[in-house]
């Protein structure tokens, strides 16, 4: 198991658990991440659990390669739910439905080998919710009470490309965060200090080069980009993009485009200027 552990942390994670269920050993890595303590004009700010999230999907593929290599059968398994694998080796699930550890907070992605390695269960330490309600209170959405509701949330209202309801509240790309930001228990957390290139005359455009070797081509879908682009302009009352915006061909945003004139062009009368 020490070549295992070794592999684990040459690659990047943060942390591993591993427990047993049905007669199966299941190992769990963790990739950490944190939030930019720098602002940039030029590019977008993006929610970097999906740049995470990426690379552990690559690594935890190495990972399981590794594993085979020493003989073992292992297969990636990230379409189980595995809450209660989570729950099983110690993480606390928090107010906001997310799980908690004392080594990464809930700013973590998580993958799950399952593997007939020799390995023995590893627990995590968990972190517990302090019940302060920040999260239930600032969710732009009202998406939080007992549990999640992913019809409201803003992180999944984001995919629908021309969503009304949601657009007013968008702040960054591929993703909302603030559940997480407030949480008491990710203070102090790691931290990016540089935004990735998300240039945002190159989003707006429909420029996604190099964008999906961050956050994965499943992610990096022009037309969902351009609108959650559109929303960011809008809401940040930037008119330095207007013409671009204008500029877009695509049907599925004339809506949002004609939004965004809207706001962006009654911004001197709404201040009273």
């Not at 700010?45 to 390669?65: C, D, G, M, Q």
Request: with cysteine; hydrophobic share 35%.
């Amino acid at each position: 198991m020490k070549k295992i552990a070794d592999k684990i942390k040459e690659l990047g994670f943060s942390e591993y658990a591993v427990c047993h269920e049905h007669s199966k050993a299941y190992l769990l890595v963790f990739m950490s991440y944190g939030y930019y303590t720098e602002k940039d004009e030029d590019n977008f700010s993006v929610s970097p659990y999906y740049f995470a999230s990426n690379k552990a999907y690559f690594a935890t593929k190495e990972l399981r390669e590794y594993i085979c290599s020493l003989g073992y059968a292992a297969e990636v398994r990230n379409k189980i739910v595995y809450d209660n694998l989570l729950e099983k080796c110690g993480a606390l699930r928090g107010r906001n439905n997310l799980f908690f550890t004392e080594e990464s907070g809930s700013l973590f992605c998580v993958h799950v080998i399952e593997t007939d390695a020799p390995i023995e269960d590893k627990a995590i330490k968990g972190k517990k919710c302090i019940n302060c309600r920040k999260c239930e209170m600032l969710c732009p959405m009202n998406a939080l009470g007992k549990g999640v509701d992913k019809c409201r949330c803003l992180r999944h209202r984001m995919d629908i490309i021309d969503d009304t309801e949601g657009r007013d509240k968008i702040t960054t790309l591929l993703g909302c965060d603030i559940c997480q930001k407030v949480c008491p228990n990710n203070c102090g957390k790691r931290v990016i200090k540089t935004y990735p290139q998300f240039n945002k005359q190159k989003v707006l455009e429909g420029d996604m080069t190099g964008i999906a070797d961050l956050v994965g081509k499943n992610m990096a879908r022009k037309t969902r980009l351009q609108f959650q682009g559109i929303c960011l302009i809008t809401n940040s009352h930037n008119r330095a993009y207007l013409n671009i915006i204008n500029s877009i061909q695509s049907e599925l945003l004339n809506n949002s485009k004609k939004w965004c004139n809207e706001i962006l062009k009654n911004i001197d009368l709404e201040d009273g200027k």
